[in-house]
T-cell receptor, first 118, second 111 residues
Framework: EAGVTQFPSHSVIEKGQTVTLRCDPISGHDNLYWYRRVMGKEIKFLLHFVKESKQDESGMPNNRFLAERTGGTYSTLKVQPAELEDSGVYFC????????????????FGPGTRLTVL | DAKTTQPPSMDCAEGRAANLPCNHSTISGNEYVYWYRQIHSQGPQYIIHGLKNNETNEMASLIITEDRKSSTLILPHATLRDTAVYYCIVRPMDSSYKLIFGSGTRLLVRP
C-alpha cells in the first residue's frame, strides 16, 4: 500500500512568487492534515480536511495560504504571495475515519516539502 | 500548547534498550498517548499508541502508569537508525483531532 506522497520534495522561490504544494493521501483515507515546521520551531498544525470539507483551519497563519481538496482526494496548499517567513518543511498526513473503518484514526505522514523563500 | 513534558535529549548504546519518559499529568480519561518520531528531516513516523494498557508492536513497547500521568516508550534493542527526535502526544479518542507536537526528546544511539 502506497503511503502519503507529497510533491515537490523541494521548492525554492523568490519572495512574492506563488507556490503550490500537493499531497496525495493514503487511498481511502478521508482525513487529510497539513502541518509545517519552520526553522527552529516545533511542528505546527495548519488545517484538517474531512473529505473535501475543511474541518479545522485554525492553524492557517494568514490569508496568503489557501488549501483545497476538490473531490476529496488529493489536496493542494497554495502560498501567494510567498514571504521569507514561510520557509520551512510542509508535511501532509492522512488517516481513516474510525467511525467507518473500525480502526483508530492514526495519522500517517508524508515525507514533506521543503520550501525555501529567498 | 503541548500537554506533555519530555527530556530534551537522551543517549543510549547500540543494542541496549532505550527508555524514553513522558509526563502527561493533565491527561483526560478520553485521551490516548501517541508516540511519533522524526528521523533527520523526514516526515514524522508513527510508532505506537495506547489508552491505559501497556502496548507492544514490532517497533516498541509503551508502558503507561496506572494513574495515566506518565508513560515510557521502550525501544528494546536500539540501533543507530533509531537516532531521531521522539514525540509524545496526547489527543482525544473518537475524533480525528490534530496532533500537537512539543519539542520532543532527541535520542542519540551511540555505536
Amino acid at each position: 500500500e502506497a503511503g502519503v506522497t507529497q510533491f515537490p520534495s523541494h521548492s525554492v522561490i523568490e519572495k512574492g512568487q506563488t507556490v503550490t504544494l500537493r499531497c496525495d493521501p493514503i487511498s481511502g483515507h478521508d482525513n487529510l492534515y497539513w502541518y509545517r515546521r519552520v526553522m527552529g520551531k516545533e511542528i505546527k498544525f495548519l488545517l484538517h480536511f474531512v473529505k473535501e470539507s475543511k474541518q479545522d483551519e485554525s492553524g492557517m497563519p494568514n490569508n496568503r495560504f489557501l488549501a483545497e481538496r476538490t473531490g476529496g482526494t488529493y489536496s493542494t496548499l497554495k502560498v501567494q504571495p510567498a514571504e521569507l517567513e514561510d520557509s520551512g518543511v510542509y508535511f501532509c498526513a492522512s488517516s481513516q475515519d474510525p467511525r467507518t473503518s473500525r480502526s483508530t484514526d492514526t495519522q500517517y505522514f508524508g515525507p514533506g516539502t521543503r520550501l525555501t523563500v529567498l | 500548547d503541548a500537554k506533555t513534558t519530555q527530556p530534551p535529549s537522551m543517549d543510549c548504546a547500540e543494542g541496549r534498550a532505550a527508555n524514553l519518559p513522558c509526563n502527561h499529568s493533565t491527561i483526560s480519561g478520553n485521551e490516548y498517548v501517541y508516540w511519533y518520531r522524526q528521523i533527520h528531516s523526514q516526515g514524522p513516523q508513527y510508532i505506537i499508541h495506547g489508552l491505559k494498557n501497556n502496548e507492544t508492536n514490532e517497533m516498541a513497547s509503551l508502558i503507561i502508569t496506572e494513574d495515566r500521568k506518565s508513560s515510557t516508550l521502550i525501544l528494546p534493542h536500539a540501533t543507530l537508525r533509531d537516532t531521531a527526535v521522539y514525540y509524545c502526544i496526547v489527543r482525544p479518542m473518537d475524533s480525528s483531532y490534530k496532533l500537537i507536537f512539543g519539542s520532543g526528546t532527541r535520542l542519540l544511539v551511540r555505536p
